[in-house]
């Protein structure tokens, strides 16, 4: 089971950014799946889950901001971020829906 | 939301003691489903997060059995049997019984 994060960089105050988590070595439509946050020195944040049948659930400080989605075709889940906060600052991991299994983290820093 | 309360914050511990670290819940953990979802992770040093322990008490494949877990309802406990070098880092509790939720972590370090 491999999970890879991409996406993450480098954007402004109220701008936008799409993260990509790419999985493999698993039937990926057949499992939830999680995106989870860890701002600089701090502890883990969970974000938004997606189950199976695309059923979605978010966290209250990034409702109404955040999109999470996944397309089964290409095993990969996705998380649009929008209208994006300093404190949005993080690493962001993906996992799927027992916690077994995680990504290395992607880097996002929103500064101007 | 569920607030998981942690402690202690750190642990200081030798090699070989014994320590535990305790996960309380703002509201019971127990899903109508008869399962009660809660976890614990060791997030090492540059490391995402590994999981130990599911549904309060099942050990995860390849993790060493010096690791348990127990509880019910609103407390649980995360046991290590003779802390090895390699257990050092930060441990958090997560529920997903509601909408998930992690505990602010515990940091084991050598004392």
């Known amino acids: 089971v491999q999970l890879v994060e991409s996406g993450g960089g480098l954007v402004q105050p109220g701008k936008s950014l799409k993260l990509s988590c790419s999985a493999s070595?698993?039937?990926?439509?057949?499992?939830?799946m999680h995106w989870i946050r860890q701002a600089p020195g701090k502890g883990l944040d969970w974000v938004a889950y997606i189950s199976s049948s695309s059923g979605t659930v978010y966290a209250d400080a990034v409702k109404g901001r955040f999109t999470i989605s996944r397309d089964n075709a290409k095993n990969t889940l996705y998380l649009q971020l929008n209208s994006l906060k300093s404190e949005d600052t993080a690493i962001y991991y993906c996992?799927?829906?027992?916690?077994?299994?995680w990504g290395q983290g992607v880097m996002v820093t929103v500064s101007s | 939301d569920v607030v998981l309360t942690q402690t202690p914050p750190t642990l200081s511990a030798t090699i070989g003691q014994s320590v535990s670290i305790s996960c309380r819940s703002s509201?019971?953990?127990?899903?109508?489903?008869?399962?009660?979802?809660l976890n614990w992770l060791l997030q090492r040093p540059g490391q995402p997060p590994q999981l130990l322990i599911y549904?309060?008490?099942r050990l995860e494949s390849g993790v060493p059995n010096r690791f348990s877990g127990s509880g019910s309802g609103t407390d649980f406990t995360l046991k290590i049997s003779g802390v090895e070098a390699e257990d050092l880092g930060v441990y958090y509790c997560?529920?997903?019984?509601?909408?998930?939720?992690f505990g602010a972590g515990t940091k084991l370090e050598l004392k």
């Open positions: 549904l309060v008490s």
């Open positions: 070595g698993f039937t990926f439509s057949s499992y939830g």
């Open positions: 509201q019971s953990l127990l899903h109508s489903n008869g399962n009660t979802y």
């Open positions: 996992a799927r829906r027992r916690w077994e299994y």
């Open positions: 997560v529920q997903s019984t509601h909408a998930d939720t």
